[in-house]
């Protein structure tokens, strides 16, 4: 038995819970479900550090939460399970999960020394839609292109350094906006771009990266 923890959460768009709940979410709600809570199975998950919670994202609405009741964790997995959560505040954070991919991926390319105008562009493109200057099959062009661009080079001796791999990767998936949905843009994004540095500092670049949602968080106006 554990008192509480505070933590991160990511709900569906229609900030509703999964697997078939379907209760309404909203702030200052408080749900519970029977225990026993089994990790990743039944029960109630949320994650202390906010880029762990968005890996297991179903959607865009960002939740900070207190889990209580029984509570399940494991040693060295951030992700636990407990039968009581409350929601302290929430945000539809789809613009900015989006502009965080953009984020991830430009720092990702500038680390790996990527100069190729396609990639480049294509984020620029994606920021263009963001601001509602493109449309979406627009966009969706891009993407293609981008994506064609990133196959046609994977033979090339830059490509297969491991950073430089990982940066087009980050752009793509950063581009991939319409083709998916914010939280795995970003995720993905960041992911691949934390893989574009040695290993010794992934760890430093995950940290930099949660900074810098959590500052997007931080600043976005009250909804």
């Not at 697997?19 to 809570?37: A, C, E, K, M, S």
């Not at 661009?149 to 490509?159: G, M, R, V």
């Not at 581009?175 to 934390?194: E, F, K, N, T, W």
């Amino acid at each position: 038995m554990t008192k509480s923890i505070k933590a991160w959460h990511f709900l569906h768009q229609n900030c509703r819970l999964s697997h078939g709940d379907g209760r309404l979410i909203r702030p200052g709600t408080t749900v519970t479900v029977p225990g026993p809570p089994v990790l990743y199975a039944r029960g109630l998950h949320a994650s202390r550090r906010v880029m762990n919670a968005l890996q297991l994202a179903p959607g865009p609405v960002v939740c900070r939460v207190v889990v209580s009741g029984e509570i399940v964790k494991v040693e060295e997995v951030d992700t636990f399970v407990g039968t009581r959560r409350y929601v302290e505040w929430m945000l539809d954070a789809t613009w900015l999960l989006h502009e965080f991919a953009c984020w991830c991926a430009e720092r990702a390319l500038r680390r790996a020394k990527v100069t190729d105008d396609v990639l480049w562009s294509a984020i620029a493109a994606k920021r263009a839609w963001l601001a509602d200057e493109i449309t979406d099959e627009q966009l969706e062009t891009t993407f293609i292109a981008a994506s064609s661009f990133a196959c046609s080079t994977t033979d090339s001796a830059a490509y297969s350094a491991a950073a430089y791999s990982a940066a087009y990767s980050a752009a793509i998936a950063a581009v991939s906006a319409v083709a998916s949905v914010a939280a795995s843009a970003a995720h993905s994004a960041g992911y691949s771009a934390a893989n574009s540095v040695a290993y010794s500092a992934y760890i430093t670049e995950i940290k930099a990266q949660e900074r810098e949602l959590l500052r997007m968080f931080a600043e976005a106006p009250e909804q």
